[in-house]
């Protein structure tokens, strides 16, 4: 079965820090482009970072700039979101997503052709 599972949402205390999990089943995130995603009540998805091993290729969004990373553990096949200095406008169910493509990005989502199931993330005091 080819699919990504997204673990590790839950509820922060603003100014806290949460790491999220996405483990791929079926493929190779070696070789993928990877992207995290979120979406809150009301709004549109948002991308907010992407990685790609095969060519270095990064982007952010600017409202998580400096608080959230990207990273791989290519033996388990999983890529983290190490998100931190938590704000309450950061709550939303964040995707991660994968493309068998070189290059990632954050403005063509719908090239992205695996998608996680998402996790709940709730900052509030």
């Known amino acids: 079965q080819l699919q990504l599972v997204e673990s590790g949402g839950g509820l922060v205390q603003p100014g806290n820090s949460l790491r999220l999990s996405c483990a791929a089943s079926g493929f190779s995130l070696e070789n993928h482009a990877v992207g995290w995603f979120r979406q809150a009540p009301g709004k549109e998805r948002e991308g907010i970072l992407c990685?790609?091993?095969?060519?270095?290729?990064?982007d952010y969004a600017d409202s998580v700039a400096g608080r959230f990373t990207i990273s791989m553990d290519k033996a388990k096949n999983t890529v983290y979101l190490q998100m931190s200095s938590l704000k309450p406008e950061d709550t939303a169910i964040y995707y991660c997503a994968a493309v068998w493509r070189p290059h990632c990005t954050l403005q063509e989502s719908d090239v992205y052709t695996y998608w996680g199931q998402g996790t709940q993330v709730t900052v509030s005091s």
């Open positions: 990685f790609s091993s095969s060519d270095g290729s990064r």
